[in-house]
């Protein structure tokens, strides 16, 4: 049977077919589907972690017991993830342990576009990077078969263009695998220092084993060409290269860590030219050229952004390999649409005020980020997942005090990294104001359930915690819940905490708007209208940034355009009708 | 079809525009074609520029189409299709959902939404189809269906048989509602 599949479907189908028993992940995007389709096999135990750390560690653990385990995340999840990720090195995955890495080149989704590829080299593990859907379904039983074989977790790289396109795959039944079991060994599973030093050399020795296996396995094949030009490539660079120059021979890497550079250094010698196409960092280009085998790559493809079909023909073309063609049609200048905050979203309420009190926000990562942007223009900082919270203690501490800073965190951020900030900022006597912009889900990556959500991946009830209660366990004495949809309420509380020396913590507590948890309703009261006999044309109804307010087709006696309220996109919130100088926004009856 | 065609799909997030790529990879596969398709999502739903790449032919190997070489646009608004005009063939097709969707951007200073992106299509593309799929949609009783009247009106320019196209609208469409979808792309496809 054949299905169109993403590249993440097609991972989850292959650990469905090829008998993984736990698959654990915390959402980030391109990564984030691969979890949601897992978990549509109740065959295997699925579930959303708190962090990637976690995440790792339960995976982690299932191998430890002999079953076949996946962890997947975005890119910048590993860095959450590094320190266990690293030190299993030394312990192995007996029962089989896939890692995967969601890089995002480009950025579509990301703070940064770091090249994971170099975990695998850092860590010592091979590196298996799909090149289509069919492949990111196959490569998932290689990698299993590998990692039990030389006892190693495999880094399992896969990019957004890989993750998120869509292609024919030929689908296969369930393979069975028991779960072998814990096999008590201390020397292996207890890293102290002495198993350590015993080990280090095993994990050196095993990485040998693993460059034998990268000479001879299929995933590294050569594809003869014609024209005496050689490429080397991996990922979707592959498809690319194949798109412009289909003359060309091409050794194309499945498995990118360690090298095959004997089958490299032969390659080379059969072609007259020999480049590397591979998309962000000379990863293979820079060990190529250190094993003494010439080659080109960076020269011509920038480590900067993704690559595109276009740009791999650009380099043939700077290299003298391709003719250059006729020029193509120009790009027309358009509109831009940047994405701004659902109609009824929480957030809106929360930075208008924020930026109307003029402090100083430390922001943090998910869609409150888009506060930014313009016309709310709220948030001064944001660098990595509960930065918020440290950042804010630092600037209070540099400064002499926390007032006038404001640490803005998303409920899911919270509990992935937030609590310790939270808990350091109480010892630490900071002073600042921290707001949990609390919408109960994990709202940028497309609704993912969290421990404060009352339910799990799997969709079973669970316990839900509470913030408040959190933050007070953590030693915050002054705790606020505020309604944002409720201006003046939120911009009085706000501005009290913000004055007063001692640590607060801010809860808003209004619900996402796209994605509310299975148990909170979606808000979704009558919508509201502007009322063309009163409105003057001011525009302040769009400094809250809302899709459903755009131009109407009337003006006021001085040409200035007056608003437009769409009722199919309006939730009723109420926030631009409470902004409006002369109450010309009305709730319909 | 003897060579791969290239269907870049384009819209603002919200509008359809994954769904109606998603129907056509399959229609493809149905007809016993390599399929691929590509986009990128995460932030596609907050209102922003939507387009999604699908190949179809015997051997596909980028999910990417390169500019240029788009055999057909199908713009699920104006100023989208104007966006991505550099795309298509000299030769190629562009359909145009005629309706516009003005960003709230629009209405702050230095941000203009185009005058006449239908007309500026005009003037460098020659193949350019208007279609007012709303107004079709409508008529059949439902706004929604403005995503089957495209595909309908999409499936005149691609040389796959229609009883591909009726059997994945059919399957794929909420229970209930197939025979009105087949209506709907009938409608899209000249044919009711």
Request: charged residues 25%; contains cysteine.
């Amino acid at each position: 049977m054949k299905s169109i599949l993403s590249g993440n479907e097609a991972v989850a189908r292959g650990c469905y077919e090829y008998g993984v028993h736990v698959a654990t992940a915390y959402p980030g995007t391109p990564s984030t589907e691969i979890l949601e389709n897992i978990a549509k096999y109740p065959e295997i135990y699925s579930e959303w972690s708190p962090n990637e750390k976690v995440a790792f560690e339960v995976a982690m653990g299932a191998t430890f017991e002999g079953a076949r385990a996946l962890v997947a995340m975005k890119h910048v999840g590993l860095n959450v993830a590094a320190d266990p990720f690293m030190s299993v090195s030394l312990i192995g995955a007996p029962g089989g342990f896939i890692v995967v890495s969601g890089d995002d080149p480009g950025m579509h989704s990301s703070q940064n576009e770091q090249d994971n590829r170099y975990y695998a080299k850092f860590a010592g593990y091979p590196c298996l990077e799909p090149a289509d859907s069919q492949e990111s379904k196959d490569f998932v039983g290689v990698a299993l078969d590998i990692s039990s074989t030389f006892d190693v977790p495999v880094l399992f790289r896969m990019t957004t263009r890989i993750c998120h396109s869509k292609g024919v795959v030929q689908l296969g039944e369930r393979n069975a695998y028991p779960v072998k079991g814990f096999q008590r060994d201390p020397k292996k599973f207890v890293v102290l220092p002495a198993h350590g030093r015993v080990r280090h050399p095993w994990a050196v020795e095993r990485l040998h084993k693993l460059r034998d296996y990268s000479e001879k396995t299929g995933l590294n094949t050569i594809e003869k060409g014609s024209n005496g030009v050689g490429i080397i490539t991996d990922g979707v660079a592959y498809q690319y290269v194949k798109e412009v120059i289909p003359e060309a021979s091409i050794l194309k890497l499945g498995m990118s860590y360690p090298l095959p550079i004997q089958k490299i250094r032969s390659f080379a010698r059969s072609v007259k030219t020999l480049f590397v196409v591979e998309e962000l960092e000379p990863f293979i280009e820079e060990q190529i050229k250190a094993a003494g085998i010439a080659c080109e790559g960076k020269k011509y493809w920038s480590n900067v952004g993704e690559l595109t079909p276009e740009l791999v023909e650009k380099g043939f073309i700077e290299a003298g390999v391709l003719k250059r063609t006729v020029a193509k049609s120009v790009k027309e200048e358009v509109i831009i649409r940047p994405p701004i905050f659902c109609p009824g979203c929480p957030h809106r309420g929360l930075y208008y005020v924020l930026k109307k009190l003029k402090t100083v926000v430390t922001s943090d990562i998910g869609c409150y980020t888009l506060g930014v942007l313009p016309p709310l223009e709220s948030g001064d900082t944001c660098v990595e997942m509960g930065a918020s919270i440290g950042v804010a203690v630092g600037m209070a501490k540099a400064k002499g005090s926390g007032k006038g800073i404001v640490a803005t965190i998303g409920d899911s951020t919270f509990l992935h990294s937030g609590m310790t900030g939270l808990l350091n900022a109480v010892n630490d006597k900071a002073g600042i104001t921290v707001v949990i912009a609390d919408n109960r889900i994990t709202a940028m990556t497309g609704g993912q359930q969290h421990p404060g959500t009352g339910e799990t991946l799997m969709g079973e009830k669970a316990k839900q915690v509470e913030l408040a209660k959190i933050c007070q366990a953590l030693g915050v004495e002054r705790i606020k819940v505020v309604d944002p949809y409720r201006l003046e309420e939120t911009q009085k509380t706000l501005k009290e905490e913000i004055e007063t020396e001692e640590i607060s913590a801010v809860i808003t507590n209004r619900p996402c708007a796209l994605f509310p948890a299975k148990n909170r309703k979606r808000i979704r009261q009558k919508p509201y209208r502007v009322d063309l006999e009163k409105c003057i044309g001011c525009h302040t109804c769009f400094k809250v940034s809302c899709p459903a307010i755009s131009e109407s087709d009337k003006k006021t006696a001085k040409g200035l355009t007056k608003s437009h309220i769409d009722a199919t996109l309006c939730t009723g919130c109420s926030v631009c009708a409470q902004v409006c100088p002369v109450n010309a926004i009305l709730q319909t009856e | 079809m003897e060579k791969t065609t290239n269907v870049l799909i384009v819209g603002v997030g919200g509008q359809g525009v994954l769904l109606a790529s998603e129907l056509l990879s399959a229609v493809a596969m149905e007809a016993g074609y390599d399929a691929k398709k590509s986009e990128v999502h995460g932030m596609a739903q907050r209102g922003g520029v939507v387009s999604s790449h699908v190949r179809i032919g015997e051997k596909i190997y980028s999910p990417l189409i390169k500019e240029g070489e788009a055999d057909v646009i199908l713009a699920f608004e104006q100023a989208e299709a104007l966006r991505w005009i550099h795309f298509l063939k000299e030769d190629g097709t562009i359909i145009i959902n005629d309706y516009r969707l003005v960003p709230p951007i629009a209405s702050m200073k230095g941000f203009h939404y185009p005058e006449d992106p239908i007309g500026a299509v005009k003037k460098r593309i020659k193949n350019v189809k208007v279609v007012d799929a709303v107004s079709m949609a409508e008529k059949l009783g439902n706004s929604r269906l403005v995503n089957t009247v495209l595909l309908g009106v999409l499936s005149v320019s691609l040389d796959i048989e229609e009883k591909f196209w009726k059997k994945v609208v059919r399957d794929r469409v909420p229970k209930g509602t197939e025979d009105l979808n087949v209506k709907a792309f009938r409608e899209g496809r000249g044919q009711n």
